[in-house]
């Protein structure tokens, strides 16, 4: 009698494989386990059984499995149904989602690379005979490929070995080689030992006596040290009035010295801020939402930025972890984390892990394994949104923040799933609670919560009844005619600047762009670069005198002549960051501005680094894109200026009006916190525009209604579900026959609205030009069944062999 299991193997296939196995093998294997299997004509793959039965495959020879490679499965049940509803949701194959599930180290195969790892060593190291002949090979050769590793060891069953090299820190695989998780250093000033003698303390009094601030400085640092008995971090010196430069110079001068300590083992040194109680309106908050899980198993939490959502969570999540739960905290952005870990860990210790792409192989393979023998040390995980894929064993609570953000779909490649959407269903297999975040709750949440489909838990009130900020609005259109501008600022928001400094406090300034410019314009003959592979027109970037392309990285040198009639008068159009902060640079000469958006942040903790140095107040101003709108804490900013909210509302997109009033009231939320009331200006050419009129009155509902409103007359979600296929290929002619063909099928079969083919606004990307098609499914028709029939024309488009060589990608629920 035969023995068959059904596997997925990492790849875009619509079905699983068919292998056969021995008796033996068939009584050890479970679902869930890895096997080793070859595939196409000498390749190996990590594959993962998913069922075992005796039918052998009609179409093909089912081959045998190299090898097995777990004792135990890997990936629990619940998991592989979870990971089959998101491929079918989201129109993709099983395999797709195995492959972005699993961390790499999990997923080798004959043509993954491997390296040593730099900090091994072979004397402690404690290799077997197979294990060494691979660490030797590799002394010689820096990289090694799978498939080579079997050369060396001369036989097909390897993968378990470079597993164990893997496990023992021997090897590793080359893609993570710079990623290196690093907790963060906090910086702390302390005096040298001599110093710490009576008389030698006196003489430095006596020396600084004529360097006032500096011996200020140092008497400061005595105070704080005999107040608070404990080390004296930087931060604490800038809060008592000391500000860096000064530092920096004794520091110069060897009198100060600087060293840092990492956060998460600074935490356990027993933190203050740890054991605080909630404030009556937070309890209020929790016992409801309590109450509002005894019968719902999603509630929304709406809380006004600032009002403490956070404190609320982590009271949660102790009762959660108290009854032997897991609990699951998804952020929107990997670099809110380090805020986060460090709240939570100074309450829970070290049940706290954190999973995200970041994290390097080793780190993500260590939480996968303490999440599925349910450890101690995962009670808690923080991630973007692949921490979902887990193998959580007693899921209690899945906790969304800021759920309203965007980066919770992933866009490219497939899985291209929304983490919030597939977090409902995974709870719901695990019997879990899902609570929603936000202060400014996606459309489609705050419907679901309206109708009663989930539970509403709202929080009107700032953490210490602070105000909420009051924000002004700037009429830019009667500033220019006044002449009452300064480059980009006006008079109200430079006043509003220099009062903010001059207390002492910080400024945000936001405008949603990058670059100097983002586009320059020959003033003879109106001609505009444009990048040669994509439809767009090419950024200006002062400082690396340079024009680029946002999509494809494409950049050439700044022109100083127009390509097309080779006048000299090139004038730049429009605005970004960079030029904001080079006026920044002009109107406040002596204070310190500074940009974040994507090219100051690209390091890997580049983003960190600026949060830091602006909570360290070594940064007075901070310019930046939508990134500063991501629920980043800072105490002493009190000024948040947008410098034109008009580009937001202007977006070709049904979701634009929404995500403007987000971004909006979400920057306006960093303004005043903790203590003070704080101040928001918002610059623009539309002050009657509804959207800006919401902004300021904080009037969400009124913004809810209007959009659920155009939402329903233009056919959008919640009331219709969207599918959205894209089609690419290098030639015109050929994409725009495809297109048609295809819309004309669906329009056809499907019995559903069809839209398009459309040529998007940016129509060419990297030399592929694209072209859309929309499908608008109403609710209460067949959803499942239109997906399959969307699917089953598409297999039929591909058949088609004049259109083979065209891409085609369906996104479900595209954002
Ligand atoms: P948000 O609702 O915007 O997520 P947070 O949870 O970050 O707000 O809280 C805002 C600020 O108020 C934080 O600095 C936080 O430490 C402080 N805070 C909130 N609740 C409490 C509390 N119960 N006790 C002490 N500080 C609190
Ligand atoms: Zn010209
Ligand atoms: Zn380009």
Known sequence: MPFFIEVILPLALPKPFTYSVTQAEYAFLKPGMRVAVPFGRNKIYTGLVIALHENPPQLYEAREIHQILDDDPLVTAIQLSHWQWVANYYMCSIGEVYRSAMPSGFLLESETIITQHKDFNSETGDLTDDEYLVYEALQKQSALKVQEVAAILNKKTILPVINRLITKNAVML???????????????????????????????????????????????????????????????????????????????????????????????????????????????????????????????????????KTEIYIKLIE????????????????????????????????????????????????????????????????GARSALFLPYQHLGLIIIDEEHEPT?????????????????????????????????????????ASGGKYGYVELKERYGNVMPPEILLIDLKDKYKRKQMTGHFSDMMIEAITETL??????????????????????TCGHVPQCPQCDVSLTYYKYKNQLRCHYCGHHIAKPTHCHQCQSPDLDTKGFGTEQIELELKTLFPDKHSWRMDQDTTRGKHGYEKIIDSFKNREIDILVGTQMLAKGLHFDNVALVGILNADNMLY?????????????????????????????????????????????????????????????????????????????????????????????????????????????????????EYIRTIMIKIPQGAALGGTKKAIERILASFDAVPQYRAVRVTLNADPY
């Open 651 to 767: 977006q070709p997109d049904f979701r634009a009006f929404e995500r403007a009033y987000q971004m909006m009231v979400q920057v306006a939320g960093r303004a005043g916190r903790k203590d003070q009331r704080g101040k928001v200006l918002i610059q623009t050419y539309n002050p009657l525009h509804n959207i800006i009129r919401q902004v300021t009155d904080n009037d969400y509902e009124g913004m809810y209604k209007e959009q659920l409103y155009e939402r329903h007359n233009f056919k959008y979600p919640p009331f219709f579900r969207l599918v959205r296929v894209t089609l690419r290929h290098k030639d015109y002619e050929k994409v725009k026959d495809a297109a048609i063909w295809l819309f004309n099928v669906l329009s056809q079969q499907l019995g559903v609205t069809v839209l398009g083919p459309e040529e998007p606004g940016i129509n060419r990307i990297r030399n």
């Open 174 to 308: 080359q893609e993570e080689m710079s990623e290196k998780y690093k907790p963060k250093s906090i910086r702390y000033i302390r005096l040298p030992e001599e110093f710490m003698r009576e008389e030698q303390l006196s003489e430095l009094i006596e020396v600084l006596s004529r360097a006032q601030k500096q011996r200020e400085a140092v008497m400061q640092y005595f105070q704080l040290q005999a107040s608070e008995k404990k080390p004296v971090t930087a931060k604490k010196l800038n809060d008592a009035g000391i500000n860096s430069t000064i530092i920096k110079s004794l520091v110069d001068k060897g009198i100060f010295e600087e060293y840092y300590i990492d956060e998460d083992r600074v935490k356990f040194e027993g933190n203050d801020d740890a054991g605080f109680g909630l404030s009556p309106k937070q309890k209020e908050a929790f016992d409801e939402i309590k109450t509002s899980f005894e019968q719902k198993d999603v509630t929304l939490l709406h809380g006004i930025t600032s009002s403490g």
């Open 408 to 448: 919770f779909k992933q866009q490219d490649p497939a899985p291209r799933y929304h983490a919030r959407d597939a977090a409902i269903v995974l709870a719901n297999a695990h019997k879990a609670k899902v609570l929603l975040g936000s202060a400014t709750p996606a459309i489609e949440t705050y419907y679901n």
């Open 502 to 523: 001059a207390n002492g406090k910080q400024v945000i300034l936001f405008q949603n762009r990058r670059g100097y410019s983002p586009w320059v314009e020959c003033l």
């Open 319 to 382: 009762e959660y972890i108290n009854s032997g739960q897991q609990v699951l905290y998804l952020l929107p952005e990997i670099a809110l984390t380090t805020q986060l870990v460090v709240r939570l860990t100074a309450y829970f210790g070290n049940q706290v892990a954190v999973f995200h792409s970041k994290y390097s192989n080793n780190e993500r393979v260590e939480v996968w394994n303490q999440v599925l023998s349910a450890s101690e040390k995962a009670k808690v995980v923080i």
